[in-house]
């Protein structure tokens, strides 16, 4: 009994390391991001994307880390994608049929880096 407490200590105290690479408390314990942790429209964390072609394949990377470490699901790419956008470009991609149907996320960017 005292050696599984003490393996349990051990091994809680070392999550708590101040040697660790991240010192995030969500990292420390395990704790998923969700899309309330994606960040703010216009903060400076935020990819955004104003319309220059050689800015595209950046901001759908950046957009897609940011996607995949908050959990967001394709819906909530759809959902979310308008905000980090100009509205010249927001206006463009309401126009097109794979983002009004909503169904596949990657057939979308592939046809909307083709324009």
Not at 67 to 94: G, R
Request: charged share 30%; aromatic share 16%.
């Amino acid at each position: 009994m005292v050696e599984l407490t003490k393996h349990i200590f051990i091994t809680f105290t070392s999550n708590l390391c101040p040697m660790r690479k991240s010192k995030k408390p969500q990292d420390m314990f395990g704790i998923q991001k969700t899309k309330y942790d994606f960040p703010a429209p216009g903060s400076r964390k935020v990819p955004k994307f104003k319309g220059h072609y050689s800015q595209l394949d950046d901001f759908f990377e950046n957009f897609e880390i940011w996607a995949t470490s908050c959990n967001l699901t394709n819906e909530d790419k759809f959902k979310f994608l308008p905000k980090y956008v100009s509205s010249n470009i927001y206006e463009t991609i309401e126009g097109m049929q794979e983002f009004k149907q909503r169904k596949d996320w990657d057939d979308f960017v592939n046809v909307f880096k083709e324009l």
